[in-house]
C-alpha cells in the first residue's frame, strides 16, 4: 500500500512545537491518584509538521470548495461563508446550554424566528430542531405518527407506506420506529402508482413517506389524490424534505397536504454536508401535532422560553440539536431574501435541465419529462461498449469533478443521479458537460482506459466492499500484514 509519511512516522522524542512552560506547574494541585502513569501516545513532532500534516490532509479531500460536485439527492450547494462567520460569533459559542432562558434571550429568539420561516417556506406550523440529521428526522416524524394514531387508542395502525424509489433510510427509520414497511410501485417515471397504493390502503396503515420531487426528480403531480386517499384512510402524510431545494420560494408541502417534514438543513440550507460539519433535521409538523413534538421547542409569551409539549414523543438528544446549524440556517434565509430564496429553486431547476438536454445523446434518460433539481441517467446510451456507470464515476474524477450519486435510486439499474444545484456557473456546467462527453467517445475509443480509471487521484481504483467491510480507521492497522 502506498500512502504518504504519517505523523506518527516522523515523530521524535521531545521534539515539540512550543513550550509555554506550563505543563508541569498548572498540575501541582492535582492529587497524584487522579493523574495518568503512562504518558499519552502522541506525535512529537513541530509546529510546522503539525500545519503541513493538516493543510495535506485537506488537499486530499474532494469538496465543494474545491470543485463542482453534482452528488444527486445531497444538494452540495456552494456555502456562503458568512454563515460560518454568524455561528462563529462568541455570544453564540460561549453559551452554555444550561443557561436558563432569561439570559439567553438572543439565542432562544433564533431558534424561533428560524421555526417561523422554515414555516413559511413549508406550510407547518411548528418546528423542532432536536434532530441532528435527516434519518434522525425521520424517525422523531415516525414516532409522532405513532403517538398520533395511540392516542386515539387506534393499535392497530402498524404499517408504514414507502416507494420502491425511496431513499434506504425510510424504510430503515420506519423499522427502527417499530413500523413494518409495506412498498408502493412507482410508475416509470418515478411518482406514485395510484392503483398499487390504493390496494395497499387499509385500517392498518400509519402513514407515507414521501420525497416530493421523487428521487428521479419528477415532480409527483398526484400528491392532492395521494394525501386524499391516505387521510381517508386514516394515515399520515410524512414528507421527506431532503428534495426540498427544488421547491423553494415556489410550493409548500403543507399545500400538498403532508402533516409532517423533515428538512435536511445540510442539504437545502447551505450547512457544510458530510464530514465538514454537523447537520440538522428539523421536524415541522401542522397545528394539530404540536403537542406530539420532541421536548424542548421555543415558544413566545412575554419572553421566549421553551415549552414541553403536552403529549411530547420525548427527548430525542441532548439540549436543544446542534445550535449553530440554526444560526447558519437562519443566516442563509436571511441574507439571501425573499427573491433569491426564490432563485434557489429556478436556477436548480435550469441547471438540471440544462445538463439533461446536452446530454441526453449520450446517456440513457430514464425519464423524458420536464425535470425538478436533478436528473438520472441510466448509464452510458451506447451500451455496447461494456462501460458500467461506475467506471464513468471513476473517469470523472481524473477530470476533476465529483461523480454523481450512483446506483441510486435502485429502480434504476445503471444509475447516475445528477444535482448540479443552484450555486454554479454556466462556464462550469459547459465543463462538466463537455467532460462527460468526452468520457462518453473514450468509452468507445478506449473502453479499458475508463475500466482502469481513476489515474490522477492520491488512491487508484479503491475495493468499495472490502473498504466498507474492513476500513482500516488506525494507522497501526497499516502495518499490518
Ligand atoms: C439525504 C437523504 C435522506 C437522509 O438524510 P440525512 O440527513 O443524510 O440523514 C433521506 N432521504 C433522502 C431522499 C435523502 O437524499
Given at each position: 500500500?502506498?500512502?504518504?509519511?504519517?505523523?506518527?512516522?516522523i515523530s521524535k522524542k521531545g521534539r515539540i512545537g512550543h513550550d509555554l512552560n506550563i505543563r508541569s506547574n498548572n498540575f501541582k494541585n492535582i492529587s497524584?491518584?487522579?493523574?495518568?502513569?503512562?504518558?499519552?501516545?502522541?506525535?512529537?513532532?513541530?509546529?510546522?509538521?503539525?500545519?503541513?500534516?493538516?493543510?495535506?490532509?485537506?488537499?486530499?479531500?474532494f469538496g465543494v470548495d474545491t470543485g463542482f460536485y453534482p452528488l444527486g439527492s445531497c444538494t452540495m450547494k456552494y456555502n456562503p461563508k458568512i454563515n460560518?462567520?454568524?455561528?462563529?460569533?462568541?455570544?453564540?459559542?460561549?453559551?452554555?446550554?444550561?443557561?436558563?432562558?432569561?439570559?439567553?434571550?438572543?439565542?432562544?429568539?433564533?431558534?424561533?424566528?428560524?421555526?417561523?420561516?422554515?414555516?413559511?417556506?413549508?406550510?407547518?406550523?411548528?418546528?423542532?430542531?432536536?434532530?441532528?440529521?435527516?434519518?434522525?428526522?425521520?424517525?422523531?416524524?415516525?414516532?409522532?405518527?405513532?403517538?398520533?394514531?395511540?392516542?386515539?387508542?387506534?393499535?392497530?395502525?402498524?404499517?408504514?407506506?414507502?416507494?420502491?424509489?425511496?431513499?434506504?433510510?425510510?424504510?430503515?427509520?420506519?423499522?427502527?420506529?417499530?413500523?413494518?414497511?409495506?412498498?408502493?410501485?412507482?410508475?416509470?417515471?418515478?411518482?406514485?402508482?395510484?392503483?398499487?397504493?390504493?390496494?395497499?390502503?387499509?385500517?392498518?396503515?400509519?402513514?407515507?413517506?414521501?420525497?416530493?420531487?421523487?428521487?428521479?426528480?419528477?415532480?409527483?403531480?398526484?400528491?392532492?389524490?395521494?394525501?386524499?386517499?391516505?387521510?381517508?384512510?386514516?394515515?399520515?402524510?410524512?414528507?421527506?424534505?431532503?428534495?426540498?431545494?427544488?421547491?423553494?420560494?415556489?410550493?409548500?408541502?403543507?399545500?400538498?397536504?403532508?402533516?409532517?417534514?423533515?428538512?435536511?438543513?445540510?442539504?437545502?440550507?447551505?450547512?457544510?454536508?458530510?464530514?465538514?460539519?454537523?447537520?440538522?433535521?428539523?421536524?415541522?409538523?401542522?397545528?394539530?401535532?404540536?403537542?406530539?413534538?420532541?421536548?424542548?421547542?421555543?415558544?413566545?409569551?412575554?419572553?421566549?422560553?421553551?415549552?414541553?409539549?403536552?403529549?411530547?414523543?420525548?427527548?430525542?438528544?441532548?439540549?436543544?440539536?446542534?445550535?449553530?446549524?440554526?444560526?447558519?440556517?437562519?443566516?442563509?434565509?436571511?441574507?439571501?431574501?425573499?427573491?433569491?430564496?426564490?432563485?434557489?429553486?429556478?436556477?436548480?431547476?435550469?441547471?438540471?435541465?440544462?445538463?439533461?438536454?446536452?446530454?441526453?445523446?449520450?446517456?440513457?434518460?430514464?425519464?423524458?419529462?420536464?425535470?425538478?433539481?436533478?436528473?438520472?441517467?441510466?448509464?452510458?446510451?451506447?451500451?455496447?461498449?461494456?462501460?458500467?456507470?461506475?467506471?464513468?464515476?471513476?473517469?470523472?474524477?481524473?477530470?476533476?469533478?465529483?461523480?454523481?450519486?450512483?446506483?441510486?435510486?435502485?429502480?434504476?439499474?445503471?444509475?447516475?443521479?445528477?444535482?448540479?444545484?443552484?450555486?454554479?456557473?454556466?462556464?462550469?456546467?459547459?465543463?462538466?458537460?463537455?467532460?462527460?462527453?468526452?468520457?462518453?467517445?473514450?468509452?468507445?475509443?478506449?473502453?479499458?482506459?475508463?475500466?482502469?480509471?481513476?489515474?490522477?487521484?492520491?488512491?487508484?481504483?479503491?475495493?468499495?466492499?472490502?473498504?466498507?467491510?474492513?476500513?482500516?480507521?488506525?494507522?497501526?492497522?497499516?502495518?499490518?500484514?
Open positions: 500500500m502506498s500512502y504518504d509519511k504519517l505523523i506518527f512516522e497524584k491518584n487522579l493523574l495518568r502513569e503512562t504518558s499519552l501516545n502522541l506525535p512529537e513532532v513541530t509546529e510546522p509538521d503539525v500545519v503541513r500534516h493538516y493543510t495535506n490532509l485537506s488537499m486530499k479531500n460560518e462567520v454568524a455561528a462563529n460569533m462568541p455570544l453564540f459559542t460561549e453559551m452554555h446550554p444550561l443557561t436558563p432562558s432569561y439570559a439567553s434571550q438572543g439565542s432562544l429568539e433564533i431558534m424561533y424566528e428560524t421555526g417561523k420561516l422554515l414555516g413559511e417556506i413549508t406550510g407547518m406550523d411548528y418546528f423542532s430542531f432536536a434532530p441532528f440529521a435527516g434519518a434522525h428526522g425521520e424517525l422523531v416524524g415516525l414516532m409522532i405518527i405513532k403517538k398520533y394514531h395511540h392516542l386515539k387508542k387506534d393499535f392497530k395502525r402498524t404499517k408504514i407506506i414507502v416507494p420502491d424509489s425511496a431513499h434506504g433510510t425510510n424504510p430503515a427509520s420506519a423499522s427502527v420506529a417499530g413500523f413494518e414497511t409495506v412498498e408502493v410501485k412507482s410508475n416509470k417515471d418515478g411518482t406514485v402508482d395510484i392503483n398499487s397504493l390504493k390496494e395497499l390502503l387499509s385500517d392498518e396503515i400509519a402513514g407515507i413517506m414521501l420525497t416530493n420531487p421523487n428521487t428521479l426528480g419528477i415532480f409527483e403531480k398526484d400528491i392532492l389524490k395521494i394525501s386524499e386517499l391516505i387521510h381517508d384512510a386514516g394515515g399520515l402524510l410524512y414528507y421527506d424534505g431532503a428534495n426540498l431545494n427544488a421547491l423553494l420560494g415556489k410550493g409548500k408541502p403543507g399545500l400538498m397536504g403532508f402533516d409532517i417534514v423533515h428538512l435536511n438543513v445540510h442539504k437545502t440550507f447551505s450547512t457544510p454536508h458530510g464530514g465538514g460539519g454537523p447537520g440538522a433535521g428539523p421536524v415541522g409538523v401542522v397545528e394539530h401535532l404540536k403537542e406530539l413534538l420532541p421536548s424542548p421547542v421555543v415558544i413566545k409569551r412575554d419572553k421566549y422560553e421553551f415549552y414541553n409539549p403536552k403529549h411530547s414523543i420525548g427527548r430525542v438528544g441532548k439540549f436543544y440539536g446542534n445550535f449553530g446549524v440554526v444560526v447558519k440556517t437562519n443566516a442563509y434565509i436571511k441574507t439571501l431574501g425573499k427573491q433569491a430564496l426564490e432563485n434557489v429553486g429556478n436556477y436548480a431547476v435550469l441547471n438540471t435541465n440544462y445538463i439533461k438536454e446536452s446530454l441526453r445523446d449520450y446517456y440513457l434518460l430514464v425519464v423524458d419529462e420536464v425535470n425538478m433539481h436533478e436528473v438520472v441517467f441510466d448509464g452510458l446510451k451506447d451500451k455496447s461498449t461494456g462501460i458500467k456507470t461506475l467506471d464513468v464515476a471513476k473517469r470523472l474524477l481524473d477530470y476533476g469533478v465529483h461523480p454523481p450519486t450512483i446506483y441510486f435510486p435502485l429502480i434504476v439499474n445503471e444509475a447516475m443521479m445528477i444535482e448540479p444545484v443552484e450555486t454554479e456557473s454556466k462556464e462550469t456546467l459547459d465543463n462538466f458537460i463537455n467532460v462527460m462527453k468526452l468520457i462518453a467517445k473514450e468509452a468507445k475509443e478506449n473502453p479499458e482506459l475508463l475500466k482502469n480509471a481513476p489515474y490522477n487521484t492520491k488512491v487508484r481504483r479503491l475495493d468499495e466492499v472490502l473498504a466498507a467491510r474492513k476500513p482500516i480507521l488506525k494507522y497501526k492497522d497499516l502495518f499490518k500484514e
